[in-house]
C-alpha cells in the first residue's frame, strides 16, 4: 500500500508516521485525524514509493491506488477532476522525514486546461482569478516537470492584471511550450497529475535539495513523500487571502506568533519573498473573526506539539483553511528561550531532560557570536530583523559570485532581491544575507535562521546589476556591507563588534545540564557552555552531541 488518505485509522499517532509518510504527510494526518482542524482533503504518497521512483521505477499498482483516492476526493468536495464545468484542482507538495523548506518543488493548481479554466471561471464568477490559477499551473508544471522556463511569456504576475492580458500571456507561454519541447501542454488531468507527482519525487535529488542535506546532516536515502491536497484558493476573491506564520517569535522566543499574510494571493507568493507582505495585525485589521480563528489553530497546535510550530493557511471567501504545520525553525536565542519558558508553562509537562535536547551546539555558538557596537556607524537602511546575528562582508549579487568570494576566503553577504532554493549553496557560505523583499516567512529568512546566518529582509534597497543604492548612497559590488539581523540595520563598511551579553536563558539552561550530568553520576566539566551541554546531552544519551 503505498497511499493514505489524511484521515486514514493508522492504528498509531500519525506523528509517529514520519518516516513513511514524510513530516509534511505525518502533519497533515494529525491535523486532520487527531485535532480536528480545517485541513483540506488529500492523501500522502509514501516515502516507499518515493525511492522506487528515485530508482527510475514506478510502483506496480500506484497509478490504481492514486485514480482511488482521487475519485474519494471527487465525492468528497462534489467536483469532479478534470471537469470543463465543475473541475476540482489539487496540489502537489513534498515532504521529507525531517523537514527541508522550499528545497524541494510544489506543482499548483494541477487538473486545469484550455476548457476547464473557463468552467472554473464560470463556477465562480472569477474570469480573473481563473486565468490567474491556470497561469500559475503553466509556470510551476512548465518549470518543475517539463523542465523550461515561461515566466516572460506569462507577462506580469500581479492578480489585477487584466483578463485579456492574462489569457494572452497563457496562450504565448501554452505556444512556448509547444514550440520548444515538440509537444502541446498536457490537458488530461491523470497526466498532469502523475507527472508532477513524478517530478516531485525526482526533485530530492537536485542540487539545491543536496546541498541542504549536506548542511543539516541529513541522510540522502530516506527520500521524500509527496502529499496530494485539494486546492483552496487565497487568490479568489477581496475575501480571500494567505499566510505563513509562526505560533511564537522565530527569531526571539518571545510568546506572540509573528508571520506574513497576502490578500488575493496563494502560498508561493509569500514563501518567494518577492511581495510586500502583511504582518499578521494587518490580517486582524481586514479579517478579525478568522484572525481570531488561526490563534485558536496556534495554541493547539502548541499545545498538541509542545513547541514553535509554523503554519502555512489560506483564507478562501472568508473560510479559513489550514494547509500545513511543522515544528518551526528557530534561531539559538529563540531556542534558549523557548526551551527555558516551556518548562514552567503550567499543563505543558515539558521536561527539563527534554528541553535541553532542544538546544544543539549550534544554538550556543549563535547566542554567543559577537554584535555591533551601537552607534557606531551610520546606518543607511533599516530593514526587518530575520535572523540575529551582526556580519560583515563584501557585497555579492549572485551566487556564483558569492561562492567565487568564499572559495577565495573572503567573507561574503550575499545581497539578493529575494533567495530563491537556487541560492542555497551560495547562503550556505555566505557571513550574512540582505533582500529587498520578503519578511519573517520568506525562503531568505526560513533557511537563515534554521542555519544561523545573520539575515535582514525586505529592506528599502534598490538592485540595479551589481550594486545597491538606499539612503542616498551606492554599494557596489566587493564594498564592505554589515547587516545587524537584531536590528534589521544595514550600513556600509565594516563595524566594530562587541562580546556578546549574557543571556539569562544560557545560564538557567546550564544549570540544568550540570544538574542532569550529576545526577547520572558524571563530573563536571569546567566552564565552558558547549562542553557543559555536550556533558548533558551524553549524560541524556546522545552521544557526542557538540555540533548538533
Request: proline letters at 6%; one cysteine or more; glycine letters at 12%.
Amino acid at each position: 500500500m503505498y497511499v493514505f488518505a489524511f484521515d486514514h485509522p493508522h492504528g498509531v499517532a500519525p506523528g509517529r508516521l514520519a518516516p513513511l509518510l514524510g513530516a509534511k504527510g505525518a502533519a497533515l494526518a494529525e491535523m486532520t485525524s487527531v485535532l480536528d482542524l480545517p485541513v483540506p482533503p488529500g492523501f500522502t504518497i509514501t516515502t516507499d514509493a518515493g525511492r522506487v521512483v528515485a530508482g527510475g521505477g514506478w510502483p506496480d499498482g500506484l497509478d490504481d491506488e492514486i485514480a482511488e483516492h482521487v475519485a474519494r476526493l471527487e465525492a468528497a468536495v462534489g467536483r469532479r477532476f478534470g471537469d470543463p464545468d465543475e473541475p476540482l484542482l489539487v496540489s502537489v507538495r513534498s515532504g521529507a522525514d525531517r523537514s527541508m523548506p522550499g528545497m524541494m518543488d510544489t506543482v499548483l493548481d494541477v487538473g486545469l486546461g484550455d476548457r476547464s479554466v473557463r468552467g472554473l471561471a464560470r463556477r465562480t464568477g472569477g474570469e480573473r482569478f481563473a486565468w490567474d490559477c491556470y497561469r500559475r499551473l503553466i509556470d510551476g508544471f512548465s518549470r518543475v516537470v517539463i523542465g523550461i522556463d515561461v515566466t516572460s511569456e506569462l507577462g506580469a504576475t500581479e492578480v489585477d492584471v487584466d483578463v485579456d492580458e492574462r489569457r494572452a500571456g497563457c496562450e504565448r507561454a501554452l505556444a512556448a511550450v509547444a514550440a520548444r519541447t515538440g509537444e502541446t501542454f498536457p490537458q488530461d488531468p491523470a497526466q498532469q497529475l502523475h507527472r508532477a507527482i513524478a517530478a516531485v519525487f525526482s526533485s530530492w535529488g537536485t542540487p539545491r535539495a543536496a546541498a541542504y542535506r549536506a548542511r543539516q546532516g541529513i541522510a540522502d536515502d530516506p527520500g521524500t513523500a509527496v502529499s496530494v491536497q485539494t486546492m483552496v484558493f487565497g487568490n479568489r476573491d477581496d475575501r480571500s487571502g494567505t499566510g505563513v506564520a509562526s505560533t511564537r517569535d522565530p527569531s526571539t522566543g518571545e510568546a506572540r506568533p509573528v508571520g506574513d499574510f497576502l490578500v488575493r494571493a496563494q502560498g508561493d507568493d509569500v514563501v518567494a519573498g518577492a511581495h510586500a507582505t502583511d504582518g499578521l495585525d494587518g490580517m486582524a485589521a481586514r479579517f478579525p473573526e478568522r484572525h481570531a480563528e488561526l490563534l485558536d489553530v496556534f495554541a493547539r497546535l502548541e499545545a498538541h506539539h509542545r513547541d514553535l510550530c509554523e503554519v502555512e493557511f489560506t483564507i478562501e471567501t472568508d473560510r479559513l483553511w489550514v494547509l500545513q504545520a511543522r515544528i518551526g525553525t528557530r534561531t539559538g536565542a529563540a531556542a534558549l528561550r523557548m526551551a527555558v519558558e516551556m518548562v514552567d508553562r503550567p499543563g505543558w509537562h515539558l521536561a527539563r531532560d527534554e528541553a535541553l535536547l532542544r538546544v544543539t551546539g549550534e544554538h550556543l555558538r549563535q547566542v554567543m557570536r559577537p554584535g555591533f557596537d551601537a552607534g557606531e556607524a551610520e546606518v543607511m537602511v533599516v530593514g526587518r530583523p530575520a535572523s540575529p546575528g551582526a556580519a560583515v562582508g563584501q557585497a555579492c549579487f549572485s551566487a556564483a559570485a558569492a561562492i567565487d568570494a568564499a572559495d577565495r576566503g573572503d567573507a561574503v553577504i550575499l545581497v539578493r532581491a529575494e533567495t530563491s532554493p537556487e541560492d542555497v549553496p551560495a547562503m550556505g557560505v555566505a557571513a550574512g544575507v540582505l533582500t529587498a523583499t520578503g519578511g519573517p516567512a520568506s525562503h531568505a529568512a526560513v533557511v537563515a535562521r534554521g542555519w544561523g546566518i545573520p539575515a535582514v529582509v525586505g529592506a528599502a534597497i534598490h538592485i540595479d546589476g551589481e550594486q545597491f543604492t538606499a539612503g542616498g548612497v551606492t554599494v557596489e559590488a566587493g564594498a564592505l556591507v554589515s547587516i545587524d539581523g537584531s536590528t534589521g540595520e544595514v550600513a556600509v563598511g565594516a563595524r566594530r563588534r562587541r562580546p556578546a551579553g549574557q543571556d539569562p536563558a544560557l545560564v538557567t539552561l546550564l544549570g540544568w545540564a550540570d544538574d542532569a550530568v550529576a545526577e547520572r553520576g558524571g563530573a563536571p566539566v569546567g566552564d565552558d557552555p558547549a562542553a557543559r551541554l555536550a556533558a548533558a546531552h551524553r549524560a541524556l544519551g546522545l552521544g557526542p552531541p557538540s555540533e548538533r
